[in-house]
C-alpha cells in the first residue's frame, strides 16, 4: 500500500519553495479552453488534480503540450465535443469549471458532477443560478451530468445567496463572453478568484472588481491567446508555516505573497511563533511553548478553511485548551479520530462544527489514514512531531493537491519516505532507527 512513514522528532529547517496554486490553476486551465489561440501556463503545480483536468481537456480535443514539468501550452481551436462525461472527471471538484468555459465558448456543456473530498456537500445550485441569470437553463441527466445550453448569453445582475469560490469562477467563465454588463455581488475574494480573471483579462475579457464583493463584467466577443504565470499556492505555503511551527522549526518559505497569508501569520504570531515578511518570503520560528488561540474559518480574507486541519495539529501541542469553529464545511473534523491515536486530545461538539483542543505535550507515532486532502497533510505534519514511527496511508488525497510533498520536507531535515511494501519499509528503518523502535507500528520487522 502506498503510503507515508516518517520517524518524527526533527525539528524543520532550512528554505522551501512553494509551487503554484491547485486552485487557481484548476479554474485557469478551463479558462485557457476558451479561445482558440494557445494559452502557454506558467509556474503550474504537478499534481494528481491537474494532471486530471490536463487529460478532460485533451479528450475532448484540445492541443495539450508539456513544455517542462511546470509549463504547459493548451490550443483549443481543434475541440471536437463538449461533453465531459469521463468517470475518472469525477474524482475532482473543479471539473465543474468546464461547465463555464465550454458554455460560455460554445453554448453548450455537458460535464459529468465533480468528486473530490468528503468534507461536506458542495452544491452546485449557486452555479445553476448564474448560468440560468445569463440565459442558459441547465439539467441534471441520468448519467449523473451537469447539461447546460442556451441560444444566447446575456449580461444579468446576479446575487449570490451563499460566498462560493466555485460558483464565482464559473459564473465569471460564462459571462465573459455573454452580451453585454454582467455584475456578481456576494463574489467570493479568494486569491484564485483574482487569478483566474487577471488571466480572463490577459486573454482579452473586461472583468474589474474581482477580490471584491463586487464583480463587473462586460462581455466581449472573442478571447485570444496569452502567457500567463500562475500565483503561488496560498495553502502549500500555510502548511509548511504550520509544519515549522509544529516542530519547533526554522523555514524560510519562498516564492509566496505575503499579504494571502497574513490570516495564518497572525494566529502563529498569536501562538507565540516568530514570524517574519519579506517581498517574496515569510520565515516562521517555532517555540517550545505554544499558547492555544481560537480559530474560526471564513471565506477569504478570513481564516481558510484549508488550513484548519494543520492548524489543529499545532493547537494540539499548544499549552491551555483550543477552539476551532467551522464555518465553510460540515464533515472537515474527519481527521479528529486519526490524530487522537497518535495522543492528541480533540473532542468535537454534537453538531460537528466546533472542535475542542486540549494540548498535550507529545504526539506518539502510529498507522494513521488520510480522510481527505488537508487532513492528510495534518497528519504527515503530526508525525513529523511524533514520538517514533508513524504511517500515513490512502495518500493518494495528498498527492491531489501537493507537489513532491515529502521531498521538501526531507530538503528541511524531516525523516520521511514514500513507501509501497515491506522491501521499502525495511530500507527506511534501518536508515532511521531500530527494528525494535518500529516493530509496533509494523509487526512484519518481528520476523527480521
Do not use: W
Not at 469525477?90 to 453554448?107: D, M, Q, V, W
Not at 473532542?347 to 502510529?366: M, N, P, Q
Not at 519499509?425 to 536508515?431: H, N, R
Amino acid at each position: 500500500m502506498l503510503q507515508f512513514l516518517m520517524k518524527g522528532g526533527t525539528p524543520l529547517k532550512g528554505e522551501v519553495v512553494i509551487g503554484g496554486a491547485k486552485n487557481a490553476a484548476l479554474g485557469i486551465l478551463a479558462a485557457a479552453i476558451m479561445t482558440d489561440e494557445p494559452v502557454v501556463l506558467e509556474n503550474l503545480p504537478d499534481v494528481s488534480d491537474i494532471n486530471v483536468m490536463l487529460r478532460a481537456i485533451s479528450d475532448i480535443g484540445a492541443s495539450v503540450e508539456r513544455i517542462d514539468r511546470h509549463t504547459v501550452k493548451i490550443t483549443a481551436g481543434t475541440i471536437h465535443t463538449q461533453r465531459v462525461l469521463f468517470d475518472y472527471v469525477r474524482n475532482i471538484r473543479a471539473s465543474y469549471y468546464l461547465i463555464g468555459a465550454l458554455l460560455g465558448k460554445y453554448k453548450y456543456a455537458e460535464v459529468a458532477l465533480p468528486g473530490g473530498c468528503a468534507i461536506g456537500a458542495r452544491p452546485i445550485d449557486q452555479h445553476r443560478k448564474g448560468f440560468h441569470a445569463i440565459g442558459a437553463v441547465t439539467e441534471v441527466t441520468h448519467e449523473g451530468a451537469l447539461l447546460a445550453r442556451a441560444e444566447n448569453l446575456t449580461g444579468h445582475h446576479i446575487f449570490m445567496d451563499v460566498v462560493s469560490v466555485g460558483a464565482t469562477i464559473n459564473t465569471m467563465l460564462a459571462a465573459v463572453l455573454a452580451e453585454g454588463k454582467t455584475v456578481i455581488e456576494s463574489a467570493a475574494k479568494e486569491p484564485h478568484v483574482v487569478d483566474v480573471a487577471n488571466l480572463l483579462n490577459r486573454m482579452g475579457a473586461r472583468i474589474k472588481g474581482a477580490g471584491t464583493d463586487v464583480i463587473r463584467i462586460h462581455g466581449v466577443e472573442k478571447l485570444h491567446g496569452t502567457t500567463y504565470p500562475i500565483v503561488p499556492d496560498q495553502i502549500e505555503a500555510g502548511t509548511f508555516m504550520m509544519a515549522a511551527a509544529a516542530t519547533n522549526g526554522d523555514v524560510l518559505i519562498r516564492n509566496v505573497i505575503p499579504k494571502h497569508l497574513e490570516v495564518i501569520s497572525a494566529k502563529l504570531l498569536e501562538m507565540g511563533c516568530r514570524v517574519e515578511e519579506y517581498d517574496d518570503a515569510v520565515r516562521v520560528i517555532g517555540c517550545p511553548h505554544k499558547s492555544y488561540v481560537n480559530v474560526k474559518t471564513r471565506p477569504y480574507p478570513g481564516y481558510p478553511t484549508d488550513m484548519q486541519p494543520q492548524t489543529a495539529t499545532v493547537l494540539a501541542l499548544a499549552d491551555g485548551i483550543s477552539m476551532i469553529t467551522e464555518n465553510i464545511f460540515e464533515n472537515r473534523f474527519g481527521y479528529v479520530a486519526e490524530l487522537n491515536k497518535m495522543g492528541a486530545d480533540i473532542t468535537v461538539c454534537e453538531k460537528g462544527d466546533v472542535a475542542t483542543i486540549t494540548g498535550v505535550s507529545s504526539f506518539k507515532g502510529a498507522a494513521v489514514e488520510a480522510p481527505d486532502l488537508r487532513a492528510g497533510a495534518a497528519l504527515i505534519i503530526a508525525g513529523l512531531c511524533a514520538e517514533g514511527y508513524t504511517s500515513v496511508s490512502e495518500i493518494k488525497y495528498v498527492l491531489r493537491g501537493y507537489e513532491d510533498f515529502d521531498a521538501k520536507l526531507r530538503g528541511l531535515g524531516a525523516q520521511i519516505a514514500m513507501v509501497t511494501d515491506e522491501q521499502e519499509i525495511l530500507d527506511f528503518i534501518q536508515k532511521t532507527g531500530t527494528m525494535e523502535e518500529a516493530a509496533e507500528l509494523f509487526p512484519f520487522l518481528a520476523e527480521k
